[in-house]
């Protein structure tokens, strides 16, 4: 593959994801309500220094500020019709920056198309098909890959339908496609995925994500064991990413805010690395000086035997009772993703 960033990975043992996109902006002034994909038209003087911030800490992958970006998440803002605008707009200014940024520094920097969910309900539980959930998300990724998008991120899903209807409309544009799911409801996605069965799914789903893994949830403690107990399903080759919040979420004054250290993130990095990711970054709350110290903490680190809980718990935090019994085996195995079923296959 000659693309950016399977380049990268065959020069790099890893390569540093961003941090927060959403929770950076707020701090820049942007307010509770207000989407932050507009930024890209109203403030990109902003998203542009975020961007920089980024590199600047090391991020050798940027992703763009598109997360809302499909027609169903900008329709609650009254901007269901500026879907390629807003999109190739974000797309741009990542682009823009990484180049240049990427100029001076003398490196390579991939610039990857942010996909959230759509925040609406696929059938038979609401009313999107995976069909109507693919043309929407194949509208974006159009908008991202014409504004120079390197590869498409599918991040933070839930349900293997919309990650299906994701992967589809990412795929239309022939670029590489990243997905992670997070992994926020006792040791399983909100709506009941485990860790093997995202990676069961990922090895049997077109297009084939060229990395897959989590992002976001509730901390980094939990991010890191759903990697271990994800890791019986992998398969060689497989690029697994870890993409945690900084720390647990908690509110203050209405506020959502993460208590993650620079130094908690920096053991979170090199668990994950231990635990098989090779590509690594924060989400929620992540600020860029919480980047360096991820950056600090893998250059030149040999990654050690994989953890165990008791290691994740030691170091990190604890982790919940649905991780702990899929690590010790008590829950049922993996639901199995047969070619045949795959169009009727349930919501899970
Ligand atoms: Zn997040």
């Known amino acids: 593959m000659s693309d950016r960033l399977h380049r990268l990975l065959a020069e790099r043992p890893y390569l540093l994801a961003d941090g927060a996109t959403g929770t950076n902006l707020f701090d820049m002034g942007l307010m509770t309500g207000d989407a932050p994909e507009m930024w890209n038209i109203e403030r990109p ?3 542009e220094s975020l961007h920089r911030a980024m590199i600047g800490a090391g991020a050798d992958i940027i992703l763009t ?3 809302g970006g499909t027609r169903y998440r900008l329709k609650l803002h009254k901007a269901e019709s500026r879907v390629a605008e ?8 990542a682009r823009r920056v990484a180049d240049a940024e990427g100029k001076r520094l003398g490196r390579q920097i991939v610039v990857a198309g942010s996909m959230g969910p759509t925040g609406e309900l696929f059938e038979p539980l609401g009313p999107l098909t995976v069909g109507a959930g693919a ?3 194949a509208e974006q990724a159009r908008a991202l890959a014409a504004g120079g998008a390197d590869v498409l991120w599918v991040e933070t899903m839930s349900s ?5 209807a994701a992967l589809a409309g990412a795929g239309t544009t022939g670029l590489p496609v990243v997905c992670t799911v ?3 409801t006792n040791g399983r996605t909100m709506m009941g995925v485990t860790p093997v069965e995202v990676a069961a799914f990922c090895h049997e789903v077109a297009p084939k994500p060229a990395a897959f893994g989590g992002n976001c949830g509730v901390g980094p403690a939990e991010l890191v064991a759903a990697l271990v107990n994800m890791a019986d399903a992998e398969l060689p080759g497989d690029v697994i990413v ?3 919040n900084c720390g647990v979420p908690y509110f203050v004054e209405g506020k959502i805010r993460y208590d993650g250290t620079p130094e908690l993130m920096a053991a979170y990095a090199r668990l994950a690395r231990d635990a098989g990711a090779r590509i690594i970054g924060g989400c929620c709350g992540t600020t860029p000086a919480h980047l360096k110290t991820i950056r600090d903490a893998l250059d030149g680190y040999e990654p050690q035997a994989r953890p165990t809980l008791a290691d994740i718990v030691a170091r990190l935090g604890q982790v919940s009772r649905g991780a702990e019994s899929q690590s010790a085996g008590e829950e049922p195995p993996a639901r199995r993703h047969s070619r045949r079923g795959r169009r009727g296959e349930a919501a899970t």
Do not use: G, P, W, Y
């Open 182 to 184: 997070s992994f926020d």
């Open 45 to 47: 003087d902003q998203v």
């Open 135 to 137: 043309d929407a998300f």
């Open 160 to 164: 293997t339908d919309e990650l299906r």
């Open 86 to 93: 807003i999109n190739q707009a974000a797309a741009r200014l």
């Open 65 to 67: 500020n598109s997360f």
């Open 242 to 244: 870890a993409k945690s």
